[in-house]
Structures are given as structure tokens and as C-alpha cells.
């Protein structure tokens, strides 16, 4: 069954390095999407992509956040510097369409910055 | 704004006995309700969703909700829990006319006992 895949699992870094994590999405899907998870808190939408461009972000997502599509597997999220706060877990979602489409869920990166 | 409530945030239970979930959400229109599981190290997995129709939704591994407009309610429920229930649960309501991000609720931690 298809599935979206995350790597690494686990990133450390240092306050105020760049980190990029990648995802593939379902290969037919067209719409992707980047949510975290801080340590006991719920899960929060940061930005949803489709088409190459931007098509939603929250409050979150701010000028230190990125998205990348650079081929047609990848999907990617850059943080330009990281921040103590921006230790989370980072999933990557995809769906075949907008609206009422599931959103399947990749295993999600651990971000420990340092 | 539109949000969601889970009251419970760790319910331990034996295995065999049954097991409800509960989630309230507060919503501008007919919700679009979901219950994801995460398993230890795993994604989020659907387990099931609500649209419209039956109020009454069965999901994946035996679970099923109930969607109760007038308590801005969708509980799941399993009849017989199995140690392999043990998990995160998470309620979540979306997408939303223009928005294409799910809402989640903080989830509820479940632990099963032999």
C-alpha cells in the first residue's frame, strides 16, 4: 500500500542552523502539507502546497520557514534558523485532492534543536 | 474559531473491556470529524471519518463513532480493546470551505492492561 516516507526520523541541530525535511508523498497525490507536534501539545497545520505554490499557512509559518517541491518526488521543509522552540515533531501529509480527500500521514521527523 | 476538545487526556483500561473516546468539537457549519490513531514511532493513521449520512461510522480495526449535532459530539468507541489498541488518539474536524487544514484536538493516550 502506498505510503508517504520521512527522512531522518530524527534530526539534531544546533540554535540557529538550517535544517531541511524531506518527505515523499503518495505518488499521485497533488496536495501537500507540513504539520507539527511540540511535545504534548496538539497537532498544528503550518502550511498546505499544491500546484508548486503556497496555497495556505498559518501564524506559524513565518519568514525562517520554507517549501520546496524539487522534483517530482520530493516535497521539503526548510528552517532557515533554527530555534529552541521550533524542537517539534514534524509531519508531512499528502492527499489526491483538496476538500473532503483523507490526509495521509507520514511517520513524522523529530527536531531536536540544541 | 473553529476547535476541537479532547476531555481525556490518558485512559487506561483492560483488555476486552470497552473503550469510548470522547471528543466535542466547536465548528461554524456541518463538521467534517476524524479520529486518527498513533501508534508509538508510527504516523497518523485514519481510523475513520465523518461527512455526512449515518451518523453512525465504522472505521478500521473494529472501531466505530457516533456524530451527535445537537452535543457537537463524535466519540469512537470499541466494543473489546486489545492490548495493540494502545496508542494516541487523536479527534480532529476540517477541512473548511477555503482551508484545507485539519483542526486537531490534543489527543487522548490510551493504556491497556492485560
Known amino acids: 500500500e502506498p505510503e508517504v516516507t520521512q527522512t531522518p526520523s530524527h534530526q539534531v541541530t544546533q540554535m540557529g542552523q538550517e535544517v531541511i525535511l524531506r518527505c515523499v508523498p503518495i505518488s499521485n497525490h497533488l496536495y501537500f502539507y507540513w504539520y507539527r507536534q511540540i511535545l504534548g501539545q496538539k497537532v498544528e497545520f503550518l502550511v498546505s502546497?499544491?500546484?508548486?505554490?503556497?496555497?495556505?499557512k498559518s501564524e506559524i509559518f513565518d519568514d525562517q520557514f520554507s517549501v520546496e517541491r524539487p522534483d517530482g518526488s520530493n516535497f521539503t521543509l526548510k528552517i532557515r534558523s533554527t530555534k529552541l522552540e521550533d524542537s517539534a515533531m514534524y509531519f508531512c501529509?499528502?492527499?489526491?485532492?483538496?476538500?473532503?480527500?483523507?490526509?495521509?500521514f507520514g511517520p513524522g521527523t523529530r527536531l531536536t534543536v540544541l | 474559531a473553529q476547535s476541537v476538545t479532547q476531555p481525556d487526556i490518558h485512559i487506561t483500561v483492560s483488555e476486552g473491556a470497552s473503550l469510548e473516546l470522547r471528543c466535542n468539537y466547536s465548528y461554524g457549519a456541518t463538521p467534517y470529524l476524524f479520529w486518527y490513531v498513533q501508534s508509538p514511532g508510527q504516523g497518523l493513521q485514519l481510523l475513520l471519518k465523518y461527512f455526512s449520512g449515518d451518523t453512525l461510522v465504522q472505521g478500521i480495526k473494529g472501531f466505530e463513532a457516533e456524530f451527535k449535532r445537537s452535543q457537537s459530539s463524535f466519540n469512537l468507541r470499541k466494543p473489546s480493546v486489545h492490548w495493540s489498541d494502545a496508542a494516541e488518539y487523536f479527534c480532529a474536524v476540517g477541512p473548511y470551505y477555503n482551508t484545507d487544514k485539519l483542526i486537531f484536538g490534543t489527543g487522548t493516550r490510551l493504556q491497556v492492561f492485560p
Open positions: 501529509a499528502s492527499s489526491p485532492d483538496r476538500g473532503l480527500s483523507e490526509q495521509f
Open positions: 502546497f499544491y500546484n508548486n505554490e503556497i496555497s495556505e
